[in-house]
């Protein structure tokens, strides 16, 4: 009788073991690397969900470039550099330095005296986030003011629908005599006799008396232009049978910037206006109130009287601002608002929300975007070994369409790379986002104003209300 | 005579462990993935209903966009008159609210106040109510035919021979585009109610002839995904309510019981089942302002010809900037103003 194994079947056994014990490890790693490699995926899939979500939430509360309540993290701009020209930024007009450092911009962007900017030393400018009622020491952002015509009106209304049948928002105007005006310079060589085409004649009429940024233009004054001569002659103050529309969209320009002028705009609204000032000449006022004014820098506008809505080739991006502006990226000279493209005029359309990109200036308003945007990552505390995933939304206006191109970036759990995807989003514009902000948050709202209905006495005043 | 060695018992039950061990371990890893696997379906199934909601959104405006310049057959204003053309929730030839197909002369505007005088259709305080469904059919549905007028040749399908009339010649025989239903011309009663069958889509007919019109057919796999809702609150201010869920677009239960469309509860059995819709379902609200600006067109070439010594104006039509690629069409329906989403559900909706 066999009382134990003998050796050979000890051994034999024992090997056999072995492999059945290494199978099963090897098959539990296996089984245990899978389990792992699918949970990274889903968390993988999970961060990309939660980046959507996030995308979709920023462009409905535009949160990404304008944080209702603040944002400590943002030491700079408190999250609302978008509103910075107002009174209340601790920033306005800190003196400063041109070197990339946190300086006067608001000064500097619109006191540069560079050829084609726009400027008009005498009042406080907007931003996409400053409320219209947002004050200087001395008047509102876009002062509200009666009249008993409404031709003459001034100021926002939020519940004015801008009707196509009132004849207060037409243009007055004649397309053929402001498609081709320039602006008269002393230096020009041009000559200025018939049938130079870069001049205004006027030949088919004085139309600044139809309709004016000002209820009383004077007419007939502009020496620097063909029909300012003795040849025409002066008409004299006039009062002009319209200055609401023209008023409007001057003010909706110096309150918002261009990306607001045009999201506010109904479609094809005509942006050429009458009533402007000496683009040449930005440190002396003078009175030209014939002159249609065009709402950009001569080149992108190319002079038409109607660079509408739609924006054809064109496009107009709302850049964010953020401490992010003022990194130095290694290209030796400052930040982006400072350098970008070498630029003063370019930095200072940045800065003023005034930049209109094109394919004739060959600027790229992604990168500017890019560089000029605050990633905000989507879980702002957390520890470095989680994965990170930052959300932006580009917004711009380009051929009649408001865009929103949502960009996702995260680090894949399981390989350590980086991806990304993108997606156009859909939601609330500049201006609904702005309808969404109270002019005066009440405590524990977030910054939110409460809209309860149409009309409803305790709805909370917005960015585009006034205080009674 | 040797004897069979037999595993001893406490030996089987090691076994018994060791496999019971290794099974309870791999049931373990397999429950947790499929548990994973099943929360990774609820966050998709909610990244879908947020999906199905904005949808619902695209959905709305182009509702909103399209009602105020057309659909309004049988319009109290002009009763028996179909397919006529309404001129926008503002009226632009008179001011008044619309959508309506006549304008209101002075003597009638007279006594009317533009801002109040209610619109014939879809008032101020009207609630549209749109579960969005697939039809089986839907009305005057066309097929997908690239060229119903193709040049017959030998290679053409079906193939024709050169001694065919039709060979070779461009004719514009089949109507382009091309219904789905061949109806041919409303001539005959037969044609008359196959086109009206046309017309309707497939519906559940109450008689046999195609021209009653009962419930839609609907797809089954595209019920209960979404719907949009709206509210007209002002001339051309609306609130879009937007779900991606089953409910319907109701608001409540109270609603689906004594709403303004009857009482609609045999659509969900109970109230029970319909709060757990309700509960389980994507809600999101908007408000949004329409414009009669209808967008698109840049009219720049509109000008003046100064280099010629005459002065020659000429007009040029209405046409996109010379040099542009990127052309925007106009919408004869109207833009938006504004979208606004709203942080909280607003007190009408």
Redo the contacts between chains.
Sequence with gaps: ??RAFSLIELLIAMALGMIIIYT?VAG?RL??SS?SV??RL?VE??II?AG??DA?DKV??WTDVDAPAGDAADSAFNGQALRVWTDNHPLFRIGGDASGGIGDWWQYSFHTGTTNDEFEPSRTKGAPFAAFSASTAVSALWPRMGSSDPKHQRGWSA?Y??????SRTWWYGD???V??ESWYTTNSSAPKT????NYN?Q??GRYGVFANRKENPRLGHDTKTIYGNSDSGPFGVVQASHSWRDSQLWYLRYSLGPYGLY??L????ISSIRGGFDFQHPNTITEVDERNVIQFSSYTADH?P?M???L??MAIALYPFSPYSFVDWGDGVGGLWYNYNSSVDTKNRIIGQQFAATSVTGINSFLIYRKSSLAKPIIPLKPDTWPNCDVRVYRRL????HINSCEITWTSPLTGEKDSISFMG????L???R??RALTPSAGSGG?A?????N?PSNDLTLDDYKP | M??IPTVQPIRRGTVLIVVAG?SA??AT?AL??LL??R??GE??R??IM?TQA?LG??AAAGYILEAGRIGWDNNADKPNQVHHETY?W??????FMGPKIEAYSSAVAAGRDPTTYASPNFPVGHIGRFPLEVWQRPPCALAMEQAPNAIKTEISNPSTPRSDPLYGKPYLINPDPTPVQSAGLPTGSANAAKFADWILGDRVLATATPTSSGAPIIRPESQGLGWFRIYR?????FVITVGGGATRGFKDWNEVVNGPWGDQSDLFGGRVFFDSLQSGEVRQW??V????????????R???Q????N?E?KSYKFQ??D??????R?NACG??????????P???W
Excluded: C
């Design positions: 009788m066999q099963a539990f089984a245990s389990i699918a949970n889903s899939n999970r969900r959507i979500t979709l409905d509360f519940t629908a801008w009707p196509a049948h009132d397309y053929g005599s498609e081709r018939p049938p130079n085409k004649w030949e088919m999201d506010y109904p479609a094809n609204a038409h109607s509408a809505k739609t054809a080739g380009k051929t009649g369409h859909f939601g609330s514009t201006r609904g986002a309808q969404q939110w409460a809209w309860y209905k149409l409803d | 040797s004897r290794i371990l791999l890893i947790a993935f994973r696997m929360a990774d966050e998709v909610l990244l947020q904005r959104l695209f926008g503002i009226d632009v030839r008179d001011g609150d002002g001339p051309a201010t908007f408000r302002e329409w414009s009669a600006a209808i967008g698109g067109i840049q009219p720049t509109l000008g003046s100064q280099t010629h010594g002065y104006y996109i900037q040099g542009q690629r990127y052309a925007s106009g833009t938006f103003n504004y979208f606004q989403r709203l942080r909280y607003p007190v009408l």
